[in-house]
């Protein structure tokens, strides 16, 4: 009896010291090694973050975010050793033993964030935030983190050409790809739409290139460009965020913007958006192209990778193809020539041919094994960043590849290591990563930044992990999938229009004057805006609200009606603002937006069709809206009773639209 009742103390105790200790803390992408201790680390509204002047920069931006996320007030020291209460920030002696990018993270009477490297140093950082802002208190769970990716590229392609993307939109991005430790941002700079939607026209047919250029006057793109000197405070900015920028200047194929501007580059045989190779002044005008951003002591292209294309020229005959393959080699050694690495989309598997094309310190996207086989392409000594279009591209309302990644599959299933049906050991020392991609093939389709965002983010935070973790992450998905909405993405950046963290009833007015600044910059969905109106006569073009990505007009610029306009896009509603007192509700998500006029429905503007060649093609139309809250507009009319109610994200439960 005596020993059952020790037993059975001893197994209580156990169970309560077992109890006692910390569960390992959700951050994105999961941790790899946690040591549990006992009891928080009660962060202050004041503190210091102690250092050596070697980070000291990377400190001051911690305080920052620490004051931006929490309202804290923390102030960086460089003098003396940490104590109780303190974070410390350290550089350590020992050589990396499973990435350059490791770190640790020791949490007791005080927070020691150690790493080989300074980079790891600011991972650590980011995973410091992340379980902040889990719990009022701002706490940290006392133990010990151990954390290193098993890929070295962890990223996301962005098509800038077909449709222009605000530089805030790219700012943001850099932070948001940084806060989940994701560190390679492809932006694609130029691209053309399809002819179909053109009469078949190719020189009718859209096309942009996206920065400026002074070696061609004429050819950036009038609808929306990027200054020279606003694309290196951009890779400024990735730079100070441990994010590596790389630029894509989209030739042979894919060059519509180039041909365009001077015909005489372009192919006949194979089509306006093809480059011709056989033509000596071709090579003239790309490599002044290239020459523009690369060359000097302060090139525009500051990285150390330059991406020249190559992607989808036709193999027509083999003549057309060994000229490819030497295009292809010659833009590798020529962007090398500038200590430049060369990063190509390949097509060496379309294109197979006897002209040798370099492949020492060469990054080859892989994206379709028909194009490149990535086990040849391997053999050839080419380094791969692995993105299977199958899995990994989104491609927004166009009814092919995905509209909304199917993030559950990928968590599952996918990791670098799978290129299309080849499947590589894990961490095969020729696969650096893995890049997912979203291209707006459908110029015009209506789609805004902000819907691009919606089916952008939540693949983040899932590839965030699987490019970090492999095939190890230990949660399930649905509890990975429950608890990623804890996390905001990133210090200061809320592209989503999100209200706080709860949902239901989130903001409130009782009158809105007019020229008055709102304290919400806009609501994301999915939403419901409602108030009361007191409606007076009103000139065309009259806002209600507007934010920096949209407006919402009492009466549009061209019909007068209820409205509202976003991305260059205007859509109406079949009401007219009248002399008389209504209750104006609208309602947005992903998919449609919907307004209301004394609770009867006036219009559901959900995604619809546009058609082209006699109906033979077609196109979706877009027209959602994030709705803007920044700034009340000039108006007669009376504004009462505003009401904005939040509720779940529908990303939360989308899936693929198939390929």
Known sequence: MKKFIITTLFVGLCSLLSYAQNSKPFVIPELKEWKSDNGDFKILHKGRIVCSPQLQ??????VKELRTMFGMDWEVCTEGKASAGDIALVLGKKRPVHSSEEYKIDIDEKVVITAPLSVGVYWGTRSLLQMMEQNE??????????????????????DCGRKFIPLEFLRDYVKILSYYKMNTFQIHLNDNAFPRFYQWNLMKTYSAFRLECDTYPGLTAQDGYYTKQEFIDLQKLAEQNFVNIIPEIDVPAHSLAFTQYKPEIGSQEYGM?????????????????????????????????????????????????EKFRYFTDRYI??????????????????????TPVKSENVIMNAWYNGYADPEAMIEQGYKLISMPDGWLYIVPAAGYY???????????????AHIGKAVFPEKHPSILGGMFALWNDHAGNGISSKDLHDRIFPAVQTLAVKMWTGATPT?????????????????????GGKIGSGKGLVYEQDEVLPNTILPHREAGYSYRVEFDLDGKPETYGTELFRSPTA??????????????????YLNTFPYRVKDERVHIRVEGDNRSTRLYVNDKLMADLQIGKQYFNQGKDSMSNVRTLVFPLEKSGDYNSRVTNLRVYQQESPNAKQKSSGK
Request: with cysteine; glycine share 8%.
């Open 402 to 416: 995905h509209d909304y990644l199917d993030t559950e599959r990928i968590y599952n299933e996918w990791t670098p």
């Open 475 to 495: 949660l399930s998905f649905d509890i990975f999938n429950q608890q990623r909405y804890q996390l905001s993405e990133a210090p200061g950046v809320n592209q």
């Open 57 to 62: 920069e990377m400190a001051a931006t911690f």
């Open 333 to 354: 050694k020529y962007v090398e020539k500038y200590g430049k690495q060369a990063c190509v989309w390949g097509s060496l598997t379309h294109a197979k041919g006897e």
């Open 137 to 158: 208190a701002h706490s940290l769970p006392c133990g010990t983190v151990t954390d290193w990716p098993d890929y070295a590229v962890r990223g996301f392609m962005l």
């Open 551 to 568: 407006v919402f007009y009492l009466s549009d610029p061209i019909k007068g009606m209820m409205g509202f306009a976003r991305d260059g």
């Open 273 to 321: 958006d093809h480059l011709d190779l056989f033509k000596p002044e071709t090579y003239t005008f790309v490599d002044n192209l290239f020459k523009e951003y690369l060359e000097g002591d302060n090139p525009v292209f500051r990285g150390k990778q330059v991406h020249i294309g190559t992607d989808e020229y036709s193999n027509k005959n083999q003549e057309v193809v």
